[in-house]
T-cell receptor, first 114, second 113 residues
């Protein structure tokens, strides 16, 4: 069974640009979550999607947005990039996204802002 | 909201020695607790999970963790460290509804020959 796939693996952008990251969950998984990982703040929850609806949201500015498609694939968009957005962005999927259900992570997209 | 605290940002052990990585959580009923491992340039891999079925939880790669409600702890152990165990380990709690995770700051495990 294929795992969670994130594309691209690496991305370099400049301040002010926007970026879109993609995530394909494990087949059959309907919940997709996004996390930001930085050396200073650690792993922080961005948002979670289930059946094309955002069901849960972390404390990030509106520049961070996402969506989920009918096949459960998800995209995350960051507009007006800032230097502080440099991070590893991780996508995770779970079958139903129920409380206590484990999440399975992709290898992440490393975003560097120049 | 719940939180988890991992004591020690770095832990160093010799190959063959006991591994003990500490995790304490803020109290709530019921907690769902997880340990994940992250190797360089990779995502997080689930080691084990506690979901109230048993207090001693066995995971992959010889790791296990014991849930102690009286101490609000969920420490991760392995009897004998291997060089391949060198990685960063994260304790996490599921608390924000659904399966959303709140992570500790992580502990880097260093294994010397």
């Amino acid at each position: 069974k294929a795992g969670v796939t994130q594309t691209p693996r690496y991305l370099i952008k400049t301040r002010g640009q926007q970026v879109t990251l993609s995530c394909s969950p494990i087949s059959g998984h309907r919940s997709v979550s996004w996390y930001q990982q930085t050396p200073g703040q650690g792993l922080q929850f961005l948002f979670e999607y289930f059946s094309e609806t955002q069901r849960n949201k972390g404390n990030f500015p509106g520049r961070f947005s996402g969506r989920q498609f009918s096949n459960s694939r998800s995209e995350m968009n960051v507009s007006t990039l800032e230097l502080g957005d440099s991070a590893l962005y991780l996508c995770a999927s779970s079958a139903q996204g129920s409380l206590g259900q484990p999440q399975h992570f992709g290898d992440g997209t490393r975003l560097s802002i120049l | 909201a719940q939180s988890v605290t991992q004591l020690g940002s770095h832990v160093s052990v010799s190959e063959g020695a006991l591994v003990l990585l500490r995790c304490n959580y803020s109290s709530s009923v019921p907690p769902y607790l997880f340990w994940y491992v992250q190797y360089p340039n990779q995502g997080l891999q689930l080691l084990l999970k506690y979901t109230s079925a048993a207090t001693l939880v066995k995971g992959i790669n010889g790791f296990e963790a014991e849930f102690k409600k009286s101490e609000t702890s969920f420490h991760l152990t392995k009897p004998s460290a291997h060089m391949s165990d060198a990685a960063e380990y994260f304790c996490a709690v599921s608390d924000r509804g659904y399966s959303t995770l709140t992570f500790g700051k992580g502990t880097m495990l260093l294994v010397s020959p």
